[in-house]
């Protein structure tokens, strides 16, 4: 059985051969240099800075630089078997690659950080204690939403969106099978806070023409976005990564989300499931008071149940049992232990996890976000080692 055979009968509430497994990223210096791979973004720090210098401080020349840079066919080849070779290295079945946003579609460049597509500002800086390159969000372009108004808004169908779309399909046809890569896009209520901070977002919240002109905006976008994937011969699935909570709770009130972000998540389901394809969401914190909203929208699968929030009844066994053939799970290894438990702690969650959620189909096993830099490479290795020797269907574990 192939990853992606692997992984679709896993969304479908069917065993597959094994547990599948799945990681958002990996930002990690030791993984990479264990199995001899370059991260996949280190040197951006000092491309951006040297670059600035070449075009003499002039930052429309650094930002056209940049662009024609990352959009040359060795460029993207190279970027993405970074990232895939060490997936597939680790034996991972699922990865993803962001389309919207972020790194790989900056709007503006600076010496020392970028503007997204969108409107976000990233620093761009070393890590601490590793030097390890990382892009840090650090507020909104705007600081009203008239400024939000005269923006160049976004636009779904351009040359360097398809460019990396191709070469990611390319890629996984590439490797025969050996991991499924799907598109993953921002949603509505991230880049709706982050393009204005979130003081001046949550001002604009008491203005419902404004705020719902502002999703609406990004609602269309996404919907539009995965038009366009399956246009360009999408199949599989798409992830939506989209921050609904924190640590005790939704960020904004489930009112709203139903208002302004729920309509655009069913458009986009409804969208995605004509043409066939899984829509997996990610978001972090307690989301529990909107997880029967997110099912009725449509969405299959939920990333990552966090499982260091302060709510005891946000709890992926627990979910499981409640949601069981509603929702697939991926997840949910806490990042905070794979960096600092021993390794038995690590073994013996891994081992729960399988055993209670993969009978049947509907789980793929993850860490509980994504692996950061604090992660140890013994723990990394005893989640995946778990995972090979107990993983395997029909599941037995004392």
Not at 185 to 198: A, H, K, T
Not at 224 to 235: A, N, Q, S, V
């Amino acid at each position: 059985m192939n990853c992606r055979e692997r992984i679709h009968m896993a969304l479908d509430f069917k065993e597959p051969d094994k547990v599948p497994s799945f990681e958002m990223s990996i930002d990690n210096f030791k993984i990479c240099e264990h199995f001899n791979e370059d991260y996949v973004f280190q040197g951006m720090v000092k491309s951006f800075n040297d670059t600035y210098d070449l075009c003499h401080g002039d930052t429309e020349s650094l930002t056209s630089t940049i662009i024609r840079a990352t959009e040359t066919r060795s460029y993207i080849k190279n970027t993405l078997n970074r990232h895939i070779n060490l997936y597939r290295k680790l034996g991972i079945d699922l990865a993803i690659i962001p389309f919207t946003g972020y790194i790989l579609f900056p709007k503006n460049c600076d010496r020392t950080f970028f503007t997204d597509e969108y409107g976000r500002i990233f620093d761009l800086r070393k890590n601490p204690s590793d030097g390890m390159d990382i892009a840090y969000y650090r507020d909104g372009a705007f600081k009203n939403f008239e400024e939000f108004e005269k923006y160049s808004h976004l636009k779904v169908e351009t040359s360097r969106r398809e460019k990396y779309f191709k070469a990611m399909k390319k890629t996984e046809k590439e490797s025969q099978g050996k991991i499924s890569i799907i598109p993953a896009v921002w949603g509505l209520f991230e880049p709706s806070w982050q393009v204005f901070g979130f003081s001046t977002f949550s001002k604009l919240l008491a203005n419902p023409r404004k705020i719902k002109k502002v999703f609406d905006i990004h609602g269309k976008f996404l919907v539009d976005t995965i038009k366009t994937f399956i246009d360009w011969g999408e199949t599989d699935a798409i992830m939506i990564m989209d921050d609904y909570g924190f640590k005790s709770g939704p960020l904004m009130s489930p009112k709203n989300y139903r208002k302004y972000v729920f309509p655009w998540l069913e458009e986009s389901c409804k969208i995605a499931h004509k043409a066939g394809l899984k829509v997996i969401l990610h978001s972090c914190g307690d989301i529990i008071l909107l997880l029967d909203d997110i099912i009725r929208a449509g969405v299959d699968a939920i990333h990552p149940i966090e499982p260091s929030t302060a709510n005891p009844e946000y709890d992926i066994f627990k979910l499981n049992e409640k949601y069981k053939d509603k929702l697939c799970f991926l997840g949910n290894v806490s990042p905070q232990d794979l960096a600092d438990k021993e390794v038995n702690v690590i073994k013996n969650y891994t081992k729960k996890l399988i055993k209670k959620l993969a009978p049947e189909g509907g789980f793929i096993l993850s860490s509980g976000h994504s692996i950061n830099p604090s992660v140890t490479l013994e723990n990394y290795l005893a989640m995946h080692n778990t995972l090979k020797k107990y993983g395997t269907y029909p599941i037995f574990i004392q």
